[in-house]
Every structure is written in C-alpha cells, then in structure tokens.
C-alpha cells in the first residue's frame, strides 16, 4: 500500500514532512516541464540551484560547455543563456550540456523536498512516466509526497491538476490517499472528461495563478506545451552526489 500526500505549495509543506520518503517536486508553469524537457532533449543533467548568484557561481565552475538558465518574475535573468521555457530547451541548444537552473518556484520546491529519501520530478507532459517509476520504486508500501510548487506561495492549479494526473495513473485500489490528494484526483478526473484533454488543461492554466502571469508576459505559447499530456518518457531523479537531476 503507497500512502499518498499531497502539498498544495511547497511552503505549506510542514519541514521534515518527506523525511525518508519519495518527494515528486511539480511546477508545470514552468520549472518541471522545463526541467524534463532539457533531459529529453539529450541535456547532460540539469543543476537546480537556489539563489542566483549561486548559479552564476556553479556554471562559471562547470566551464563553458555549461548554459545557465531561469527567471525571476517569468523573465530571463540577465546574462542568462536560456529563461524557464520549455520551447528554449531544443535539442540543438542543450543536447550534451549540463544546464544550471534556478527559478521562483520550482527549484525553492525541490530544496524544499531535500529530506525525501528520493526526489523526482513531475508534470504533465511525463505524468504516466512518473506513475510507472513511482510504482516501481515505492514497493510495496512507502509514503509518496507529491510537492506542488505553487506560485509566489499561493496554490495554482496547474500542480494541483498534474498531482491528480499523476495519481489517475499511478494509485491503487488499495492505496491511502490523504484529503488533498483526493481532491486533486476529482478536479484531475473532471477535466479528463474533455474530448481534447490538452485543450481543457490550457483552458484550466489560463485560469490559473501561474499561467494569468504568463499571458500577461506574452509568454501563452508555453502552456500548450506543458499541456502536452504524456509526451515525455524521461523522469529526472535527483543525485546527491553531484547535485544533478539526471
């Protein structure tokens, strides 16, 4: 039996909550779904960091091969080769490069998650990706924390619904599912009645915290492709060792 949690926002996260547990850090508008994306498209791991004058720090040290990439408020930070996009992380701009990444929210959400035996990431675009490696790696019992990043702390639904994606997919008959995680699996089930499913979760974003600052930025391109439902077979895992996502 898996017992699954789920976290509205990250900083509604009690400390020490996915102590010893498998973490699933989700922020699909953007950080996951760009995260993914760099690893699908041959990146050589993805370094989240923090604070951004870390991540200046960590790509000076990796060398030149190495891209720095993230935003502040949705924008590019200065400097920076790449933003938090999903649509800049091509193949032909990433593939071979170890990529150094710090965001609003999606890399504080994964410090966040840091006492979890195991930390992956999530979205849309892997959802039944991450539900298979959750299976595999849970056993037969383990606590499974999906850690939703919000936006600028509140609750967006985007993570909600990716959460719930993640759980249609993943839980069992026999599993406990605690009241958020259950809430997110109805409003997941609800909108997966669509006809156009990748149509409905835009709608959803449009509507959401994270994705009204992006429409606003003229950024709207990127919520179909983090809408992409399943598109993506890679999900990164956290290496201590080297502080990667591989």
Same mark, same amino acid.
């Given at each position: 039996?898996?017992?699954?949690?789920?976290?509205?926002?990250?900083?509604?996260?009690?400390?020490?909550?996915?102590?010893?547990?498998?973490?699933?850090?989700?922020?699909?508008?953007?950080?996951?779904?760009?995260?993914?994306?760099?690893?699908?498209?041959?990146?050589?791991?993805?370094?989240?960091?923090?604070?951004?004058?870390?991540?200046?720090?960590?790509?000076?040290?990796?060398?030149? %091969?190495?891209?720095?990439?993230?935003?502040?408020?949705? #924008?590019? #930070?200065?400097?920076?080769?790449?933003? %938090?996009?999903?649509?800049?992380?091509?193949?032909?701009?990433?593939?071979?490069?170890?990529?150094?990444?710090?965001?609003? %929210?999606?890399?504080?959400?994964?410090?966040?998650?840091?006492?979890?035996?195991?930390?992956?990431?999530?979205?849309?675009?892997?959802?039944?990706?991450?539900?298979?490696?959750?299976?595999?790696?849970?056993?037969?019992?383990?606590?499974?924390?999906?850690?939703?990043?919000?936006?600028?702390?509140?609750?967006?639904?985007?993570?909600? #619904?990716?959460?719930?994606?993640?759980?249609?997919?993943?839980?069992?008959?026999?599993?406990? #599912?605690?009241?958020?995680?259950?809430?997110?699996?109805?409003?997941?089930?609800?909108?997966?009645?669509?006809?156009?499913?990748?149509?409905?979760?835009?709608?959803?974003?449009?509507?959401?915290?994270?994705?009204? %600052?992006?429409?606003?930025?003229?950024?709207?391109?990127?919520?179909?492709?983090?809408?992409?439902?399943?598109?993506?077979?890679?999900?990164?895992?956290?290496?201590?060792?080297?502080?990667?996502?591989?």
């Amino acid at each position: 039996m898996i017992r699954w949690h789920c976290h509205d926002t990250y900083q509604q996260m009690p400390p020490g909550a996915a102590a010893g547990g498998i973490a699933v850090v989700i922020d699909v508008l953007r950080a996951s779904t760009t995260m993914i994306t760099a690893l699908a498209h041959g990146a050589a791991g993805v370094l989240p960091v923090a604070d951004v004058a870390a991540a200046r720090g960590r790509a000076a040290a990796l060398g030149p %091969n190495a891209l720095l990439g993230g935003e502040r408020g949705g #924008l590019r #930070l200065p400097g920076f080769d790449l933003g %938090n996009s999903p649509r800049e992380y091509t193949a032909d701009r990433v593939a071979g490069r170890a990529v150094v990444i710090t965001t609003t %929210n999606g890399t504080a959400a994964l410090h966040a998650a840091r006492d979890a035996a195991t930390i992956v990431v999530g979205a849309i675009v892997n959802r039944s990706a991450t539900a298979a490696t959750l299976r595999r790696i849970a056993g037969a019992a383990a606590d499974v924390h999906l850690v939703c990043a919000g936006t600028d702390g509140a609750v967006s639904a985007e993570d909600i #619904l990716a959460a719930g994606a993640i759980l249609a997919a993943a839980a069992d008959r026999g599993d406990r #599912l605690d009241a958020v995680a259950t809430a997110a699996l109805t409003r997941f089930r609800r909108v997966a009645t669509a006809a156009d499913l990748p149509t409905a979760l835009v709608a959803e974003f449009r509507r959401a915290p994270g994705g009204a %600052n992006l429409v606003a930025l003229g950024m709207e391109a990127d919520l179909p492709a983090a809408a992409a439902i399943d598109t993506a077979t890679v999900v990164p895992r956290f290496d201590r060792a080297s502080g990667c996502l591989i």
